[in-house]
Structures are given as C-alpha cells and as structure tokens.
T-cell receptor, first 113, second 112 residues
Framework: NAGVTQTPKFRILKIGQSMTLQCAQDMNHNYMYWYRQDPGMGLKLIYYSVGAGITDKGEVPNGYNVSRSTTEDFPLRLELAAPSQTSVYFC????????????FGPGTRLLVL | GQQLNQSPQSMFIQEGEDVSMNCTSSSIFNTWLWYKQDPGEGPVLLIALYKAGELTSNGRLTAQFGITRKDSFLNISASIPSDVGIYFCAGQLGDNTGKLIFGQGTTLQVKP
C-alpha cells in the first residue's frame, strides 16, 4: 500500500488563482480529512468526509471546497487564492471502526503571492 | 472552538536527558494521541491512549491519559539526536467523526 498520497508537493499561486490539491488513499478508509498547518501552529481541520458522497465543514472551511465522489480520493479546491491561504496542507484518512487513528500524507506546501 | 494547550512550546536539551511535555484542555476527550512531525513530513502517530488513567509505553516513550480526561503527558527517556522534531498532542472527539483537535506543538532539539 502507498498509504496517503498528496500532490503536488509544492505550489506557488498568484492571488485570485484557483487550484486543486489532490489526496488519495489506497487503504479503503472511509474517513478522510484536510488540515492546514501554519508556521509554529498545530493542525486545524478544514473539511472532512465520513464516506463517499458525504462531506462536512471543519474548524476553518472558508475559502475552500471539497468533494468525495470515490472512497479513494478527497480533493481540496481553492477557488480564489488569498495570501492567508499560504500554509502546509495535510490530508489524512482512517477506517471507521475500532480505535484506529488517522494516517497522514506528506503534505502540500502552498505559497500565495 | 475547542483548544488544547500544549507546553512547553520548545525545548533544547542534552543528549541522554529525559523530556516531559503535556497537554491540557477545557473539554473532555475520549482519546488522546501523540504525534511526531519531522521537517517536511506529515505527523506520525507515536502513542494512542483510549482510557482515562491509561499509561502506555512505546520504547523510550511513555504517555498517560489523565484521569479527568482533560489532559495528557508524554515522556521521552534518554533522548537521542533522532528525537529532534515537533511533538503534537491531539484529542479525538467521541462523536464518531474521528475529528482531531491538535495542540500547538513542542519543538524538541537535542544537542549531541
């Protein structure tokens, strides 16, 4: 298994541009999450999904959109990039049952200028 | 929103020393987790705690789930240079969403 994969690793955007951060997992996990990590801070939840076709807002959803058409993929969309969205973005997944916790991808570093 | 207060913010220690860090919350969590993040990487789970009062070890790491369910600590014994990184505590809500609330992190530097 590749685990949780994220692309791209790094991206520079101009203000107002849009982009999609890709996240995929091959562990057949139902639950998936998007976090952002600002310098010197912990991770804050943007959106999450408990299964294909179901998404919900986390703590900091403004400026982002998500979709979950398949179990494997959970893309995060920025429609109008703003400097405040400069951050490192982490995707995570976990199975629904038992006491398993979240497995994280390697992150996407985004710079908005 | 819910917050976790993690301390200390950073530590600079000598190789071989023991390290202790902790997290407190105003909310009750069902699960406490400790993650380590290396530069340029995602967080990796170190220890998961599922019951109040639980004390769990993973090699040189020991963590406890506070009896009030509002706090947790992590100890690292006999630190080595590869312990360098950022350590995060996280509390998992008991609402079947698996959502995590993270502390601000403790940056650990180990001097050989």
């Amino acid at each position: 298994n590749a685990g949780v994969t994220q692309t791209p690793k790094f991206r520079i955007l101009k203000i107002g541009q849009s982009m999609t951060l890709q996240c995929a997992q091959d562990m057949n996990h139902n639950y998936m999450y998007w976090y952002r990590q600002d310098p010197g801070m912990g991770l804050k939840l943007i959106y999450y999904s408990v299964g294909a076709g179901i998404t919900d807002k986390g703590e900091v959803p403004n400026g982002y959109n998500v979709s979950r058409s398949t179990t494997e993929d959970f893309p995060l969309r920025l429609e109008l990039a703003a400097p405040s969205q400069t951050s490192v973005y982490f995707c995570a997944s976990r199975p629904p049952q038992g006491q398993e916790t979240q497995y994280f991808g390697p992150g996407t570093r985004l710079l908005v200028l | 929103g819910q917050q976790l207060n993690q301390s200390p913010q950073s530590m600079f220690i000598q190789e071989g020393e023991d390290v202790s860090m902790n997290c407190t919350s105003s909310s009750i969590f069902n699960t406490w987790l400790w993650y380590k993040q290396d530069p340029g990487e995602g967080p990796v789970l170190l220890i998961a705690l599922y019951k109040a009062g639980e004390l769990t070890s993973n090699g040189r790491l020991t963590a406890q789930f506070g009896i009030t369910r509002k706090d947790s600590f992590l100890n690292i014994s006999a630190s080595i240079p590869s312990d360098v990184g950022i350590y995060f505590c996280a509390g998992q809500l008991g609402d079947n969403t698996g959502k995590l609330i993270f502390g601000q992190g403790t940056t650990l530097q180990v001097k050989p």
